[in-house]
């Protein structure tokens, strides 16, 4: 008999081969996901998606290829340690081109070709770059400048790179800055909260064909969160070893016991995040007043406030989707209809292509600096902005700058951003 019979399974739950089948959708996840789909709705769509080592990044953009429509053709390269010249080889390769022994300037001429061709029959072209932060300095310049073949109206290829946190500081280099400018959204995952790793085990339980709780006793969770830290791979891992001991033993359930039994096989210690940046961001959050947010927006109808949102720094989306951060439920609302990414100097409202679009007053808007007070109409609901930066300098509160000191202000604004 095998552990899936013994306990009542019909596949194994913690496998390690990414399967979007098994994917559990914390609010980052689903955040990361619209952030990648989002490259289908803007026309110079160039997204980055970074995330420690078992975060979660291959599985999602196998989710978001399962559902590309037909009018997507895309690429996906994550063979990295390339020079210039084989990258786009590689690139060319994935669109079904035979592009060898042929010179750089013949391959980007193919490219440009291609990619001009697919734009006249009404197709969408992505190229997803997996194990991104393996990516010479050459190659990512390379990219910027496959970045802007155009038509006389817009851009026709859509970029996301996905990597491991070095992407991040690779990106920051000064030398790559006109890269940077040509990238939309930035998004870095983080591990999952103590919370999302107990749904994310019961989660694929019940995709494994497990019916019921019961099969990790409640005493489990914590010590697999200590050990793995949230990482859903070493989630997977853990409990993977856990189940084989529980079965070599003829339990009917994983207990305690059984999770510090794989611990020891695994020879793992407590985990510690490389980056500290989930812990630090609670920390922080937890220190600061209300005040700390930058941005306030009431949804209303009809005159009616239906609900108040504040924000720190940062990037939200608006739209009838209920991953959102601002949800409005209408059927004039797109399912992601439009951005809001408050900077030190206010906020600007984006629109991201949606079907009924953005309007200030009777003029319509594609992007536009929110001034406080400002309410902008998207279908019969309105989205009234306040700075709420204003606000404290008119009650003279303090900012979150003078509540943490400056270098703790300097690292949570950098955190929150890159998410």
Request: proline share 3%; glycine share 6%.
């Amino acid at each position: 008999m095998s552990y899936l019979q013994h306990f009542k399974l019909s596949e194994q739950p913690f496998r390690l081969t990414p399967d979007p089948d098994f994917i559990y959708w914390s609010k980052q996840h689903a955040r990361a996901k619209a952030y990648m789909e989002s490259t289908i709705w803007l026309a110079d769509g160039f997204v980055v998606i970074t995330g420690e080592i078992g975060s979660g990044k291959t599985t999602l953009l196998q989710s978001f290829l399962s559902e590309v429509e037909d009018n997507v053709v895309y690429a996906v390269v994550s063979q990295t340690q390339l020079t210039p010249t084989q990258f786009l080889q590689a690139v060319l390769t994935e669109f079904g081109f035979k592009p060898f022994n042929m010179r750089k300037v013949e391959l980007l001429d193919m490219l440009n070709m291609f990619l001009i061709e697919q734009y006249s029959n009404g197709k969408k072209v992505v190229l997803i770059v997996d194990e991104a932060q393996n990516l010479s300095r050459k190659v990512l310049e390379e990219i910027r400048m496959i970045s802007g073949i155009e038509t006389h109206k817009e851009k026709v290829l859509r970029i996301i790179l996905a990597g491991q946190p070095e992407l991040r500081d690779k990106l920051d280099a000064p030398s790559l800055k006109q890269l940077v400018q040509r990238v939309r959204l930035r998004f870095h995952l983080l591990a999952l909260d103590r919370r999302e790793t107990e749904e994310y085990i019961k989660h694929r339980l019940a995709v494994g064909g497990r019916e019921g709780d019961g099969l990790f006793t409640d005493g489990c969770f914590d010590i697999i969160y200590r050990f793995s830290g949230g990482v859903p791979r070493l989630i997977n891992t853990l409990c993977d070893t856990a189940l084989l001991c529980s079965f070599a033993d003829e339990k009917a359930s994983v207990d305690e016991t059984d999770v510090l039994s794989a611990v020891d096989e695994l020879n793992w210690k407590e985990h510690v995040s490389d980056t500290g940046i989930y812990e630090k961001l609670q920390q922080v959050q937890q220190r600061l007043p209300a005040s700390a947010s930058v941005t306030q927006v009431a949804v209303r109808s009809n005159g009616e406030v239906l609900s108040e949102h504040t924000f720190p720094l940062g990037r939200v989306i608006v739209g009838r989707s209920p991953d959102n951060e601002i949800y409005v439920k209408s059927k004039f609302v797109s399912r992601h209809h439009a951005q809001l990414v408050s900077d030190e100097n206010g906020c600007v409202i984006e629109d991201l292509n949606s079907t009924n679009g953005l309007f200030l007053g009777a003029k319509q808007i594609k992007k536009y600096r929110l001034r406080d007070g400002d309410v902008v109409s998207l279908g019969v609901h309105e989205l009234v902005y306040h700075d709420l930066r204003l606000t404290r300098q008119e009650t003279g509160g303090p900012d979150a700058d003078q509540v943490l000191g400056s270098d703790e202000a300097d690292d949570q604004d950098s955190a929150v951003n890159e998410q």
